[in-house]
């Protein structure tokens, strides 16, 4: 856990040619990640990095970590932004991005594959989890069974655990649903309509 950046930079200086990606999680980025970017940077080692920036420490229950939102910190707390603490270590190619708009985030991520030097993307957006247990929802999700032919990309491209093939369709279960939108982006036959919410705050 937090081996990535390293990883990526002996990647580089074993000789790998290919564009070498790092991904790392925000919490895991604050406690680990930080010494390794500085690293990079000094080196100026060309690699790209995302950073999967979801606001807590998911992996090992939903705590708060430096970057959760000013409202969740405990009493006293302050906020670190990764938005400000990379520029700030001297990453000039950095960009914000939002992964639920993936064609955009794609077209970012392609075109900083083909710079020099360090290139970051933080890809920004609340875990699901704690946002579902405060209510929040990103839009509406509607199948459109006649549409669907049971390709399956919305699950092996996604991932994601709400989809299920039906007898002649797939379901998704509004339960586990958080509405981003991703298996509408890649439906190709428009069997999955998607609404955004206009408010997205929580």
């Excluded at 950046?5 to 990647?11: E, L, Q, R, S």
């Excluded at 200086?13 to 000094?42: E, M, R, W």
């Excluded at 302050?78 to 794609?106: C, K, N, T």
């Excluded at 957006?125 to 459109?144: D, H, M, N, S, T």
Aim: hydrophobic share 45%; aromatic share 4%.
């Amino acid at each position: 856990m937090g081996a990535s950046i390293g990883m990526a930079m002996g990647f580089v200086h074993a000789g790998v040619k290919t564009p070498v990606i790092a991904t790392i999680g925000d919490s895991t980025f604050y406690h680990a990640g930080l010494p390794a970017l500085v690293n990079a940077v000094q080196h100026q080692t060309p690699i790209t990095l995302i950073i999967m920036d979801n606001g807590w420490t998911s992996m090992t229950g939903m705590q708060i970590n430096p970057g959760t939102c000013e409202q969740f910190q405990g009493a006293g707390n302050a906020r670190l932004d990764i938005a400000r603490i990379v520029p700030a270590l001297g990453v000039d190619q950095f960009w914000i991005v939002d992964p639920f708009e993936m064609d955009a985030m794609a077209k970012v991520l392609q075109n900083a594959l083909k710079l020099p030097g360090v290139k970051v993307l933080l890809a920004r957006q609340e875990c699901a989890i704690p946002a579902k247990r405060r209510g929040v929802e990103l839009g509406e999700i509607q199948v459109i069974d006649e549409k669907c032919n049971q390709c399956k990309l919305c699950i092996t491209v996604t991932g994601c655990l709400a989809i299920t093939l039906s007898a002649s369709s797939i379901n998704i279960d509004p339960e586990q649903c958080y509405a981003c939108g991703l298996c509408a982006a890649v439906c190709n036959r428009d069997a999955i309509e998607f609404e955004r919410a206009t408010d997205r705050n929580g």
